[in-house]
């Protein structure tokens, strides 16, 4: 090799070590970057308490300033197979609650995360039989100041928060997010919103709409699985456990709870919002809280379903970009801070 040749050969390498050096660099900065970001000002703590013989595994996370006791809030999920901190996504909320002086105390669905039993095999009644149960467990904890315990709940949760709040003299308030009313219109909005939003034309709207109607049928004659999946063909989609589900809580109303309810309540909307009619859920919770409990309503038009800016909720390369590296900016704007005010005004 002559000399020229070996200058450029070191050259190369030079410049491949230096971009090598150079990538690892920004590498481990973005590493610790991620870390610093989805670290929170919290204590927790890995708990366990009992519905019945229902064992549940469940996370306490308490503010890192001061002994307590604390208010408490309780998470009460949404639709799906969710742990104590739904992988994390509830963590930025433990921390706006923990600045205002109140713990979070949630758990894993039964089946989920390794613990026993099937989130699949609960009415609406029996998920909020078990955040009652969480409620009684709080009792026991000194930390805890009972005179300011209360519920979040999301979407799903809907159907369990005023159950709870109307009979248990323990929840001083509640914070609603993206509730419904009733589980069969809920399903027929989200069904044409998503339809809509898909651009799709008229003849496959009229088919989903039939599906949709042959499946209600079905479900109030108290079809099973096999019958089901016998009438919709290729369109039965639902696996036997979720038809299960379905059927037992397709007749969940929350107005008769939410007209038994007498404690503070803030509901929270989005303007993005394709699962819930939110027009309909706010004018039933004016209606039927009206004179008998305190009202907040929060909008927010950025908002889709999940409190997420729909803009971000609709990439999901910003989705991930946020979530590792900016995981309170996930929400939109006001979301952490009104609910930290409404505690606040406990």
């Known amino acids: 090799m002559g000399i020229r040749g070996f200058v450029r050969r070191h050259r190369v390498l030079t410049i491949c070590a230096a971009i090598l ?15 610093r970001a989805n670290t929170y000002d919290l204590r927790e703590e890995r708990i366990v308490f009992h519905d019945g013989a229902q064992r549940l595994d469940g996370v306490l996370a308490k503010p890192t300033h001061g002994r307590g006791p604390y208010g408490l809030v309780l998470l009460v999920h949404g639709d799906g197979a969710r742990n104590a901190t739904n992988d994390g996504f509830y963590r930025p909320q433990m921390e706006a609650y923990a600045r205002a002086g109140y713990a979070t105390l949630s758990w894993n669905k039964p089946g989920v995360s390794g613990s026993p039993g099937n989130w699949l095999d609960q009415s609406m009644e029996d998920r909020a039989r078990e955040t009652e149960a969480a409620i009684a467990w709080s009792r026991s904890r000194p930390d805890v100041d009972h005179a300011r315990v209360g ?11 005023p159950k709870v709040a109307a009979r248990t003299p323990d929840v001083k308030f509640v914070i609603a997010v993206s509730p419904a009313i009733n589980w069969l219109r809920q399903g027929r909005f989200n069904l044409l919103a998503e339809l809509r939003a898909e651009h799709a034309s008229q003849a496959r709207i009229d088919t989903e709409v039939r599906r949709s109607d ?19 063909g290729s369109a039965a989609t639902m696996s036997a456990d979720r038809w299960n589900f379905v059927r037992k809580n397709a007749g969940a109303d929350a107005s008769a709870d939410l007209a038994g309810v007498r404690v503070p309540v803030l509901l929270m909307l989005g303007g993005h919002d394709v699962n819930v009619d939110v027009a309909e859920t706010e004018a039933e919770y004016r209606k039927l809280l009206a004179g008998r409990a305190e009202l907040t309503v929060r909008h927010y038009p950025d908002a889709a379903h999940s409190m997420v800016d729909a803009d971000i909720e609709g990439s999901e390369t910003k989705t991930f970009l946020t979530a590792v590296f900016a995981p309170r900016d996930l929400f939109v704007d006001g979301y952490l801070a009104d609910q930290r005010r409404f505690l606040a005004g406990r």
């Open 214 to 232: 042959e499946t209600r049928r079905l479900i109030e004659r108290g079809a099973g699985h096999q019958e089901y999946r016998a009438a919709l």
């Open 21 to 35: 050096a150079l990538l690892l660099t920004v590498g481990l900065g973005a590493v610790v970057y991620a870390d």
């Open 151 to 161: 519920l979040w709940g999301a979407s799903q949760a809907g159907w369990v928060l």
